[in-house]
């Protein structure tokens, strides 16, 4: 059993004494234990090291105590083991030298047995539920099949992801295509991650928001749901999707644990459109982060409040950002749990 489960409680819907938190992207970036490991090796390898990943998985948890911890990986791993090239070029981000562009592309892509490709996260996820010794749970995740089509299709990040949009409007059928792979192989690789060890998992649907309210239920809800439906027998299912507010109501009646919310939407608006019953996690503004520590602690707690201690999980709207001072990331995590009604 799990020694401090308010996390996977607050999932679950139960009361608790104060909500849980945990950060997004909380394994690396602005820890310095993290930027020494950095140093020695290059990013996949970091991935695909069992030793490294789960012990960067473990340097926020043993810093700041936070209530669950996430594998340090990354989404990209999945066009990875279909046999996409990913390369992550420092000072760039992810690059993709052959992005996926027409159907003959699509269809020479294979679906893999995602345990055995992705083996070295197995392996990972049983080495990082070692070290935590069951004191906090173990968050697995991947990206939306969507948000892994803007990079196999764009080729890199982009402000628009025009290209990928490209694909889905000029030719829908390549585009279904590929999300139905992307999809099968991320139901394979989820389900494996849970039999290896996580207590829950999270899809990250960080390019939602790139697309409107109805081309969103074509190209990206609808695979998510599969991903929802697959999966929530086995485990908690957190799903987040930045700008995609527009789909909060659907989210909360599709069987997940959780739904993210980012900073864009108040707490009020997020209860009302997801009906009140589900648990939020989110939606600290990531650059609030930036001001004094005094600052943060009150404004968390305010968040708290609006949000409401139960069926809710402290978290930022998105990701932590790199130069955030280490006492700020500290105010954050110990505002929560120094909460009291
Ligand atoms: O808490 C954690 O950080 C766990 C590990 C984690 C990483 N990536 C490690 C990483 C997680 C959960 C991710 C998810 C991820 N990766 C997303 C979805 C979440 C989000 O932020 O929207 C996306 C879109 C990616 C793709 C990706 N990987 C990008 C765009 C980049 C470059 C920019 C960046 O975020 O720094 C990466 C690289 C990456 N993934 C880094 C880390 C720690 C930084 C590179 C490095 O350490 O060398």
Redesign the pocket.
Known sequence: MIKNDLFLRALRGETVSRPPVWM??????YLPEFMAI?EKYD?FTRCQTPELASEITVQPIRRYGMDAA???????VIPQAMGIEVQ?K?DF??YLPHPIRSKKEVDAIRVPDAAEALDYVMQAIRMTKEKLADEVPLIG?A?SPW?ILCYCVQGQ?SKSFDKAKALCFSDPRAAHALLQKITDTTIDYLKAKVRAGVDAVQV?D?WGGMLSPEDYQEFSWHYIQQIIDALKEDTEVIVFG?GCWFALGEMAKSGASAIGIDWTCSARNARYLTGGKITLQGNFDPARLLSPPDEITRRVTEMIRAFGKDRYIANLG??IL?NIPLENARAFVDAVKNFKE
């Not at 996430?70 to 990209?76: A, G, R, T, V």
């Open positions: 997004m992207r909380q394994a690396g970036r950095r990013f996430i594998l340090f990986s990354d989404i990209l992550m420092p981000g992810p995740f990206g948000t990040g990250f960080s930045k998105h990701g790199p």
